[in-house]
């Protein structure tokens, strides 16, 4: 069989790959991960240095990618161009797996955060209808990820039902923040194994983890600035097991330490998947 036949290999762990580690990424090894996630933003139309350093990255590691400006959740149309230059993006790297936040973060302008929707059937059916013009023009299924929020919008459904709602009415997938499965239980008072055990097992096709700021025992801050704490590797194993060996990957935003540190971070993400045996439970 020729070599260009043979199906991709399985993405099992990763790293997000950030502008401010680009230099050590481009020395790691090749099978230090199976692949790097990208924000097509910080990358789409980058030429120089970035530019060639993205190439090079692509051409020996697969490529994911985690949207941050779509606004799935906005009130404005969503931005077409935006989406072409999106699907142009993912096509050149051959991008198996492409996500966006459950989100808006813009209001006739960016807002430059992540807000969360109101938790309502008028919320879901509005999202929805926008996740499935975004698929359509991207021209592929995407995954939507749950966010971390910390002042509750009006809710006349729990966070749960809100995105299992979401998930079924717009048909697509989900990626699933363990961290902020961590952060919101803590701040908003539920039960994180619950809130994993109501999902549906089907929907989920990626993790991620990272770590957060304790402010107090009842006050969890997501950073993505800090090593990923015991309780969400505990929680991820319990995810594994849930949902099967999904590619999940290693989120570091800033406070970047030496990259050998971040590679014993995704391997233990490689030893829990191992752990849990593989296959989602019945």
């Not at 941050?68 to 149309?77: C, D, I, M, V, Y």
């Not at 051959?94 to 969360?116: I, W």
């Not at 021209?139 to 009006?154: F, G």
């Amino acid at each position: 069989m020729h070599p260009t036949s043979l199906p991709p290999a399985p993405l099992q762990t990763g790293l997000g790959l950030r502008r401010g580690l680009l230099p050590e990424l481009l020395a790691m090894e090749a099978g230090a991960v199976d692949f790097l996630e990208c924000a097509p933003e910080n990358w789409i139309a980058v030429g120089g240095a970035y530019g060639k350093g993205l190439a090079q990255l692509a051409e020996r590691f697969a490529i994911t990618c985690h949207g941050l400006s779509l606004s799935l959740g906005g009130s404005e149309p969503l931005d077409r161009h935006f989406l072409g230059q999106t699907r142009q993006f993912l096509d050149r790297h051959q991008v198996r797996l492409y996500s966006e936040h459950l989100s808006y973060c813009s209001d006739d302008g960016h807002l430059y955060d992540l807000m969360p929707i109101p938790f309502t059937d008028e919320a879901v059916h509005h999202v929805a209808a926008r996740i499935r013009q975004a698929q359509e023009h991207l021209e592929r299924r995407i995954a939507v990820e749950n966010i971390s929020y910390y002042a509750a919008p009006y809710q006349a459904l729990s966070e749960l039902d809100f995105i299992r709602a979401v998930l079924d009415e717009a048909d697509c997938d989900l990626l699933l923040d363990v961290n902020n499965v961590f952060v919101n239980a803590c701040n908003h008072g539920y039960d994180a194994r619950e809130f994993l055990a109501g999902l549906p097992q089907a929907r989920v096709t990626g993790m991620h983890v990272a770590g957060h700021y304790d402010e107090a025992p009842d006050l969890k801050v997501d950073t993505h600035g800090a090593a990923v704490k015991e309780d969400v590797w505990a929680l991820y194993a319990v995810a594994c097991k849930r949902f099967g060996v999904q590619p999940t990957v290693l989120e570091r935003d800033f406070n970047y330490p030496p990259l050998v540190e971040l590679l014993a971070e995704t391997a233990r993400i490689r030893a829990v998947q191992r752990a849990s045996g593989g296959h989602a439970d019945e």
